[in-house]
């Protein structure tokens, strides 16, 4: 993907990851799914981003290249943000949920948990399922061959979502602004049911043909 797609404002870019890829090799096969909820967090006037105090050692590759990851730990947990505007800006998409499709099984026994909603309904849970941490922060997944990071648009995976935008959830400060969005009805999205305009049991329909594009996962 072109950096141009994330050197945008970052709601424009948390929008259209939606119905995305993000898998990462681990133990030799691929594990992840459909992006289905995100959060942008901004570089002005917005005190619940990392970059509202400034740059610091913990929080430099947010301020990194677009398109590039920040990993920060959380509650002994860790979550992944993809950078989003010019390098030096200081924003990010935060990715809240995943719908699993790759790895299933590698989800399981890390989340210890046969419920598939709690493998990657929560941004701590996707870090866990996938292997995600610090080690991984400042990475770009354009260059290396153990991540794949397509937005909605790039994938062609799905072809119509309703996305549903709220206030972001999770956070002490800024809990006004509108700039969480998810899939609506998607089981896997994180937060309250009533957030959502319909219910919260639907799947994302993909196609085996449109899954075919992306083979090189399951290998």
């Known amino acids: 993907m072109d950096d141009a797609f994330y050197?945008?404002?970052?709601?424009?870019v948390a929008r259209d990851l939606l119905g995305g890829i993000l898998s990462k090799r681990d133990r030799g096969r691929w594990i992840g799914g459909v992006i289905v909820e995100t959060e942008a967090y901004l570089s002005t006037n917005d005190p619940a981003s990392h970059a509202h105090r400034g740059l610091t050692p913990s929080n430099t590759s947010m301020f990194g290249p677009p398109g590039?990851?920040?990993?920060?730990p959380i509650h002994a947990k860790h979550c992944i943000n993809v950078v989003t505007q010019a390098s030096g800006t200081g924003s990010a998409v935060l990715i809240r949920a995943l719908q699993p499709i790759w790895g299933t099984s590698l989800m399981k026994r890390?989340?210890?948990?046969h419920d598939d909603r709690r493998w990657t309904s929560g941004p701590g849970m996707i870090c866990q399922s996938l292997g995600i941490d610090?080690?991984?922060d400042g990475i770009d997944p354009e260059v290396d061959p153990k991540w794949c990071l397509m937005p909605g648009p790039a994938t062609g995976l799905v072809n119509?979502?309703?996305?549903?935008t709220t206030p972001r959830i999770g956070v002490s400060q800024a809990k006004e602004l509108p700039l969480r969005f998810f899939v609506d009805g998607n089981r896997y999205v994180s937060g309250r049911a009533a957030d959502h305009k319909r219910p919260r049991r639907e799947t994302l329909k993909i196609s085996e043909a449109a899954l075919r594009r992306f083979g090189f996962l399951l290998s």
């Open 134 to 136: 610090r080690r991984h």
């Open 110 to 113: 890390r989340r210890n948990s």
């Open 160 to 164: 119509k979502i309703s996305i549903t």
């Open 7 to 12: 050197d945008r404002t970052t709601d424009q």
């Open 68 to 72: 590039s990851i920040y990993v920060y």
